[in-house]
């Protein structure tokens, strides 16, 4: 079996290095003529994902930048999406659009694992993108999850109630009162995770009145839109329901199906196609996942994620680009106070890394669709085991930190691998 692997191995190490693509840089400057590869794997796309292997890593956000700037530049992309907070998106967005505000202080009140300088670049380049564009034509930034709060949510419904339905504001306030922002994230999750189990059931259905209540009203009179308030309620709601689900005991996780309800509700309403980037395990397109993050010893098996979603919604207009880091260093640990620096060492033969990190060419992008001989197409039809690490890591457990897909190719259509990675450079506070 190991001799068959090791010629299997060489022939699609062969295929890699006669269809790979060699990106002139991975930072986001310069021109990007050396990303024309992504005009055949994107296509006629409304929606690509763009994975990355861990959080932490300073590149996986600059190449993903690079690739952003190729589909909005040259294929006329006009929404960035991401794996932030609904809520800390709009003041993202806020800026990107009208340049009211800082740059620096909308980042660093961002998710903590962004709060680097490859985000602030990403962001300022939105921002210089937009200047003196007409409205119609900005591109846009969408905070695409729901694991964090923030008060603009909370703020904008109430405005909303107030100003159109004001004899329901007492009814709104009995059920976003029990439930309302805590004044920072950090602030909220240590309120909310004090509570009881029964007392988080409550606040999920609190979550859902408040809902129910802002659907019911028509548009009116407000400078809050009944859209935009509708997706403020909803995003609060996302948050109590995520953390109230065992993920052991559902197939589709309650996150990745608001994650999924986000994108595709901002693509129908604004008409742009959409570039999405959370971690490889949010953005593969297939329709099962199985992953295990340490400490946690149980893994969680056979999950529909956004990308599986996007993909039965969209059809091959859902495109997932996967990235895969083979070695290097990454920022972590911040459920433990503040982060740490860790040494990720080159992937072992179990994983689909360790296959691409054979290649000839340290970076490059790899087109999974391309025409390849039969041994390479049964590699691609089968399973891929790669690694998958959280804002948490072990090096003593590395081997424990991954994510598989039944169909490699089922699962992404195009792969990023990046040779070596340098910690998130932070802001400073």
Do not use: C
């Amino acid at each position: 079996m190991a001799a068959a692997r090791t010629a299997a191995d060489g022939d699609v190490v062969r295929w890699i290095d006669a269809n790979a693509v060699r990106p002139a840089r991975i930072d986001a400057e310069g021109p990007v003529d050396d990303l024309g590869a992504l005009r055949r794997i994107v296509g006629g796309a409304k929606v690509v994902g763009l994975g990355e292997p861990s959080h932490g890593a300073h590149e996986q956000v600059t190449v993903r930048h690079r690739v952003i700037r190729y589909l909005v530049e040259r294929m006329g992309f006009r929404t960035v999406a991401w794996e932030e907070s609904w809520g800390s998106g709009v003041a993202v967005d806020r800026y990107v659009v009208s340049g009211e505000g800082d740059a620096r202080e909308v980042v660093s009140r961002m998710g903590f694992q962004w709060r680097g300088e490859a985000m602030l670049g990403l962001v300022r380049w939105m921002r210089e993108f937009n200047r003196g564009r007409p409205a119609h034509d900005r591109v846009r930034f969408v905070g695409a999850d729901v694991m964090e709060l923030r008060a603009i949510p909370f703020d904008e419904v109430t405005r909303y109630v107030r100003d159109v339905a004001p004899g329901r504001l007492a009814e709104l306030r009995r059920h976003l009162d029990p439930i309302a922002y805590r004044g920072t994230p950090e602030d909220h999750f240590r309120w909310y995770f004090g509570q009881s189990e029964e007392a988080r059931k409550g606040f999920a259905e609190d979550a859902r009145a408040v809902v129910a209540l802002v659907t019911s009203l028509p548009e009116g009179p407000s400078r809050i839109g009944r859209e935009d308030a509708v997706r403020h309620a909803r995003s609060i709601l996302g948050f109590y329901e995520s953390y109230v689900e065992r993920l052991e005991d559902v197939a589709a996780p309650v996150r990745d199906r608001h994650i999924a309800r986000i994108l595709t509700e901002w693509q129908g309403r604004t008409g742009h196609r959409v570039a999405y980037g959370a971690a490889n395990v949010h953005t593969t397109a297939s329709p099962r996942v199985t992953w295990r993050f340490p400490p946690d010893p149980v893994p969680k098996e056979d999950k529909t994620m956004a990308g599986g979603h996007l993909r039965a919604h969209y059809g091959r207009s859902y495109v997932s680009i996967g990235t895969v880091s083979h070695a290097g260093r990454i920022l972590g640990g911040w459920e433990n106070g503040p982060p740490s620096v860790f040494t990720v060492p080159p992937p072992g033969p179990a994983l689909v890394d360790h296959t691409l990190g054979q290649a000839r060419h340290r970076d490059y992008l790899l087109d999974l669709r391309a025409k390849a001989p039969e041994p390479v197409r049964r590699w691609l039809r089968g399973p891929a085991t790669m690694r998958i690490i959280g804002t948490a890591y072990d090096v003593a457990r590395d081997a424990d930190y991954t994510m598989r897909v039944p169909s490699w190719s089922a699962g992404f259509d195009a792969v990023l691998h990046l040779a070596a990675t340098t910690p998130t450079r932070l802001l400073p506070r």
